[in-house]
C-alpha cells in the first residue's frame, strides 16, 4: 500500500483527495489548516495546524510512514514544503521552493522566457523601484501590472478593470513597491483566457483538457475578481473559441519552459505546470504559470482521469512519465462555486455577515459535490470568508453537464450565491464571437 501525504484543505485538495483514494494501492493522511469534511472522510488520518509550521507536517508524515506527499495550495510550495520533506526522505509531487517560483516570482518567469527565447511573452519590465516606471507606462497603449510574490489570484490590475488612468498606474506602483521586491510591467492583451494544466517530471510534459476559468464574481462577468466562480471544459477537450493549434502552442511554450527551469536551475520540475494562457490576434500568450493544481479547474480534470492518479504521482517522482500513457474521459465538465453571499462586497454591504453562516447541504443529484473553505464544528458546517463548496456536472456534452452542475446548487440551503451563467450557451456565444472578432473571422 501507498500512504500519501495530502497538504491543503479546500475544494482542490478535496479532488485530489479523491483521486488518490480511487487508486486501489493507496491510503490517504491529511494535513489541513482547516476541517474540510470530504477531506476528512476519505482520511485515515487528518491533523489540522500552520502550513508553515513544517516540523508538525514532516512529524505527521512520518508517523504514518508516508510513501510521498501531494501539495495542493501554492503557500506551502513558496515556503519550502517540498524542500522540507525532502530532507526527511519524503519525495513530493510538487517543485522545491526554487522551482516554485514559477509561480511566486512574476519576474522570474518573465524573466526565463526572454533569456531562453521561448514565445509567448507580451512587452513587460520588471521594476524594483520608481524609476522608469513613468517613462514605461507612456510606452504602452493598455498597461497590467503585477506585483512580485503570491497574491491569492487577485493582485493583477488591468487597466480598464481595475484603474482607467495611467496616473493611476503609476499610483498603485508607488503605492505597491514598499511591501513587494518588484512589480512587473506588461501591456494589455486582448483575446480570451483559458487555463492548460500541464503534468510534469522535469524531461516529459503532459497536457490535461483546456478549461475556461471564470474570475469576475457576477453574472456576465461583472464586479471585482475572485479566485475563481466556476468553469468549464468540453469533451473534446478542446474549448469552442480554440483551435487546435493553440492548444498546441501553449503546450510548447510549457514544454520549453519545462527545459529552460532545468538549465536555469539544475533542477527537475516534477509537479503540475499550470499555464493561463490566452488566446490572441497574434497567437498563444502566456498570462502566468502556477506551480500546483488549479482551483476551480482541478475539479474539471481530475474527474476526468482515466489513469491512476497515484501512478502519475509516482512517475513524476521518478521521472518515467514518459512511459505512463495518461488519458481523461472524453467528457465535459461544468464546475459553479457557491459562495457567501457577501462575497466580493465591502466589508460594510448588508451581506457580508454572511461570511459566518452557518449552512446545510442535502442530496446533489448525479453533481460531484467539493468542499471548500469551510469549517465542520460539532453542531454544523459554517462558511468563512471564502468561496464555500462546488458543485460539478459531468456528461456527455456541455448543456447536460451543465444542467447537472446548476440543479445540484439548490442543494444548499443558507446566505449563498453563485454565477448561474457559467457554462451556459449564451456565455460561450458570447466568447467565441469576441474570439472571431479579434482573429477577423
Known sequence: MLNVLLIGNGAREHAIAEAVRRSKQARLFSFMKGNNPGIALLSEAVKIGSYND???????????????????????????????????????????????????????????LEKYGIPGNPVFRTFSSLEGVEPFLNQLDGIVIKPDGLTGGKGVM????????????????????????????????????????????????????????????????????TGGMGSYSCEDHLLPFLKSRDIADALAITEKVAEALYRETGEYYKGIMYGGFMATKKGVKLIEYNARFADPEAMNILPLLKTDFCAVCQAVIDGTLDQLKVEFEKKATVCKYLVPAGYGLPADHPDAKSASAKISVGGVGTARLYYASVDQRPDGLYMTTSRAIAMVGIAANLPDAEKIAQNAVAAVKGPVDHRPDIGTEALLHKRIMHMKAIRGE
Open 54 to 112: 513544517m516540523e508538525a507536517v514532516i512529524r505527521f508524515a512520518e508517523t504514518h510512514n508516508c510513501t510521498f506527499a501531494v501539495i495542493g495550495p501554492e503557500d506551502p510550495l513558496g515556503n519550502g514544503i517540498v524542500d522540507a520533506l525532502r530532507e526527511a526522505r519524503i519525495p513530493s509531487f510538487g517543485p522545491t521552493k526554487s522551482l516554485a517560483r514559477l509561480e511566486t516570482s512574476k519576474s522570474f518567469t518573465r524573466e526565463l
Open 158 to 225: 488591468v487597466q480598464g478593470d481595475h484603474f482607467q488612468t495611467k496616473q493611476e498606474a503609476l499610483n498603485y506602483c508607488r503605492n505597491t513597491l514598499p511591501g513587494h521586491a518588484s512589480v512587473t510591467i506588461e501591456e494589455k492583451l486582448e483575446g480570451e483566457e483559458f487555463s492548460l494544466q500541464c503534468i510534469c517530471d522535469g524531461k516529459t510534459v503532459c497536457a490535461t483538457p483546456a478549461v475556461q476559468d471564470h474570475k469576475r464574481r457576477f453574472v456576465d462577468d461583472k464586479g471585482p475578481n
